[in-house]
């Protein structure tokens, strides 16, 4: 066991660190500025600002989401919107990046309107950096839904059969609304959701890298994993087993998930519980955090949500078998009409073990190896992984890629 006085002393210097990211964050934002920002887009109704300080913050899941900070704007007449900013982490993208990321989030909602998916409305982006923002940092402003974050493991099975089948009639509408590429929702010249980059990279000057939009499935992964392996390359991921990585993707890139060109359809990647609103009677009121949604596979897009995945027997056992939560969805998606396609996709979880193989960095060794081993089995059909037996072959198939 971790002895208490250290691990109390750990928390204290995570707490005194984060508290100093808000607090950068907060000097950042001129509070004036966007409360009249707020009052002019409501047409001149009088509103109040609220930007809990970092000792009221760091506690709270309502203001702290992440990677971002949610102040809250309460207006005279009883409406609540929320104002949301990135936090300015270590580790946080580069300003191009973080700038499309957040106009990708509002691009996000602005296509979902259209759909019956239970999200905020919004109405107003800016840019970090940006001249013309008054306000410093960048943010979004959108609608404050009711409701509370759903706690998937205190739910009775009647509590989770009932939003099983609202989850499901949300899939069924998604389904309705297809895309044209793979990649991430941005807005038009004419203001209009389209299908931009998938991911980025950055040239010796800093310039961004679009990668995307593609027409195929693997086309997106290909390139995701090849510009991984140069990521290996140069030093700047998996330092602790370069070598180990390089022959992990190389083994992915040969046994790539069936091959889709679309159409494709909006994934929520952090399908937690945390991020479904419901009310006292588990009714879906809301389903937040849209940062990184991508338009994917259908494969991908319909997978069932990582709320319902039994993660302890994922990264620990390397096994793949359906959870009884995701059985329940597949059956609920079974009895929609024309939805047997989706309920197929429901118990598959295979790109969602392609993307954890490609972002599990062996640092974490244990994880890195339960993980590669679950894709492994469920990719080749076999129920036993032996690593150093795979890694000898992997070697002589592969070699060491210059590393």
Same mark, same amino acid.
């Given at each position: ?7 109390? $002393?750990?928390?204290?210097?995570? #707490? ?15 509070? $004036? ?19 809990? &300080? ?6 709270? &899941? ?7 900070? /949610?102040?809250?704007?309460?207006? *005279? *007449? ?11 982490? /270590? ?96 807005? %038009? ?7 931009? +980059? ?11 890298? +679009? ?30 087993? +370069? ?24 994934? /929520? ?95 974490? #060794? ?19 992984? *032996? ?8 070697? %002589? ?7």
């Amino acid at each position: 066991m971790r002895d208490p006085a250290k691990l109390k $002393d750990l928390n204290t210097v995570r #707490r005194t660190a984060g508290e100093k990211v808000i607090a950068r964050l907060l000097a950042t934002i001129n509070c $004036d500025a966007l409360r009249l920002r707020a009052e002019a887009l409501r047409g001149g109704i009088n509103c109040t600002v609220n930007l809990p &300080s970092p000792d009221q913050a760091y506690f709270n &899941s309502d203001i702290l989401g992440g990677c971002n900070y /949610h102040g809250s704007i309460v207006f *005279d *007449d009883g409406k609540t919107w929320l104002a949301r900013f990135r936090l300015p982490n /270590h580790n946080e993208p580069p300003l191009q990046e973080r700038n499309f990321d957040r106009r990708s989030e509002y691009a996000v909602y602005r296509f979902l309107d259209g759909t019956a998916a239970p999200v905020p409305e919004v109405y107003d982006c800016a840019d970090d950096d940006d001249p013309s923002n008054p306000v410093g940092a960048g943010y979004i402003l959108l609608e404050k839904l009711a409701g509370k974050p759903l706690a998937w493991h205190e739910a009775s099975e009647v509590q989770k059969e009932k939003f099983s089948r609202q989850l499901a009639s949300i899939y069924v509408n998604l389904e309705k609304h297809p895309l044209n590429g793979l990649g991430r929702v941005q807005l %038009s010249s004419m203001g209009l959701p389209e299908v931009g +980059p998938a991911f980025f990279d950055y040239d010796p000057n800093g310039k961004l890298i +679009p990668f995307g939009p593609f027409s195929q499935s693997n086309d997106y992964y290909r390139a995701l994993i090849q510009q991984k392996i140069q990521l290996v390359r140069t030093g700047e991921i998996a330092t602790s087993a +370069p070598l180990d990585q390089y022959l992990v993707y190389m083994s992915l890139l040969d046994s790539l998930p069936p091959n889709e060109s679309g159409p494709f359809f909006l994934r /929520h990647v952090d399908s937690r519980d945390a991020n479904f609103l419901v009310d006292d009677d588990y009714n879906i009121t809301g389903i937040i955090d849209w940062e990184l949604a991508i338009c994917t596979s259908k494969g991908s897009a319909f997978q069932s949500p990582v709320l319902m995945y039994d993660l302890g027997e994922i990264y620990n056992e390397g096994l793949s078998t359906p959870s009884e939560d995701e059985k329940r969805f597949s059956k609920i998606l079974r009895e929609e009409k024309e939805t047997a396609e989706l309920s197929a996709l429901a118990e598959k979880k295979m790109h969602f073990r392609v993307d954890q193989v490609i972002e599990t960095d062996p640092w974490d #060794r244990e994880t890195f190896e339960s993980i590669f081993s679950g894709w492994w089995k469920a990719t080749n059909g076999v129920e036993t992984f *032996d690593w150093d037996t795979w890694y000898k072959k992997a070697l %002589s198939i592969y070699g060491d890629g210059g590393l």
